[in-house]
């Protein structure tokens, strides 16, 4: 009976090439310092067993672990799994970070962390020393805890922070939110809207204030005023009621509002509901994240599709090959699309 491919070890290609484990495991993972004619050996007997090299195989050369580790926040994730609200954050993640970690031979581990905890370096201390990942990626809010990144570069692992442009070791990458905010602004505007809100998430997260100058600075260009049109939520339902209901209670005149994130969006829909406005006929939504819930809500939401997959890949590329590449010292912005939906229209004549 033919022997399956799995079943193959990397020691019966080193007795079959006639070499040590750790020679197998160089060529395997293409390193230096083998000659030509060992490294076709040690290939022969890989293609004519048919072996496929495990994670355990890979490491045993000792150079790399094969590993890329993402942090993601503790308590949001958690929260929004259990809410099964709908978001895909880190099902995004997974998609850009698994596909490209694969093509490299590598695997990703998502591990989450909170913040906030007094232990955390104790925590990702431990998390890293158990894994010794080639690389860590961080996302918002941990790609700005000092702690964090103090710890990292002390133990000399490189990392990636997404939704930072602090300057600071690690390669630094954003995802489009101050542009993305400006287009959209500029969209409401030529659809004739003057009186343009803004619902911003909490002041912890960078990419709030990112928003909220894209969206300030496309209403200056316009001529037009931000006086009073700009409330903070922390991203949840709850905050984007309170918020819609002082910005719609503050201007009788309002026919659009940005909101940073689905939730605080759908929010607003159900405050316009509430008080018999029509959307988009009276007045016009944008959204921030385009999680699939927003494309079935009534009217379907227009939203800004935050690019968390592309970054995730692009930032698993530099942590691979780093070696290989110059420093990345500019920030990488990776640009965000607005997906228009039928919840934006015309500004109301009558307004």
């Keep these: 009976m033919a022997r399956r491919r799995n079943s193959v070890t990397i020691r019966e290609v080193a007795e079959d090439a006639g070499v040590s484990l750790q020679t197998v495991s160089r060529v395997i993972n293409d390193e230096p310092n083998v000659r030509p004619q060992m490294r076709d050996r040690v290939q022969s007997s890989i293609d004519r067993l048919g072996y496929v090299p495990s994670l355990a195989a890979q490491r045993m050369s000792g150079s790399r672990s094969y590993l890329i580790l993402a942090i993601n926040d503790r308590e949001r994730t958690l929260a929004d799994w259990r809410e099964r609200s709908g978001t895909d954050w880190v099902d995004q993640m997974l998609l850009g970070g698994t596909l490209t970690c694969s093509k490299h031979g590598y695997r ?8 906030h905890a007094d232990h955390v370096e104790r925590e990702l201390s431990a998390t890293v020393s158990a894994l010794q990942p080639d690389g860590v990626i961080l996302t918002p809010p941990h790609s700005e805890n000092p702690q964090i990144t103090r710890l990292l570069a002390q133990r000399n692992i490189p990392f990636a922070r997404i939704g930072s442009t602090e300057d600071g070791p690690g390669i630094r990458l954003t995802m489009g939110d101050e542009g993305a905010a400006y287009a959209s602004t500029k969209r409401l505007i030529e659809l004739g809207h003057s009186k343009i809100a803004i619902i911003a998430g909490p002041d912890q997260y960078s990419l709030s204030g990112w928003r909220i100058e894209g ?12 006086e009073g049109l700009c409330e903070r939520g ?6 984007g009621t309170k918020a819609a209901r002082i910005l719609l209670d503050r201007h009788s005149d309002l026919t659009a509002i940005i909101g940073s994130s689905d939730k605080m969006t759908l929010a607003a829909l159900e405050v316009a509901r509430d008080r018999g406005l029509h959307v988009p006929r009276d007045i016009s939504l944008i959204s921030f994240d385009n999680t699939p819930i927003v494309r079935f ?31 990345v010292r500019n920030v990488i912005d990776v640009p965000a699309q607005l997906v228009e939906r039928s919840s934006t229209g015309p500004a109301p004549a009558s307004k």
């Design 108 to 115: 990703m581990i998502v591990e989450l962390v909170d913040t």
């Design 215 to 226: 969206w300030r600075r496309a209403l200056a260009e316009s001529g037009l005023s931000d």
């Design 234 to 239: 922390d991203f949840g339902y709850d905050s």
């Design 297 to 327: 809500s009534q009217p379907p939401l227009s939203a800004v599709d935050q690019p968390i997959a592309e970054t995730v890949s692009i930032a698993v590329e530099h942590l691979i090959n780093l070696d290989k590449s110059p420093p």
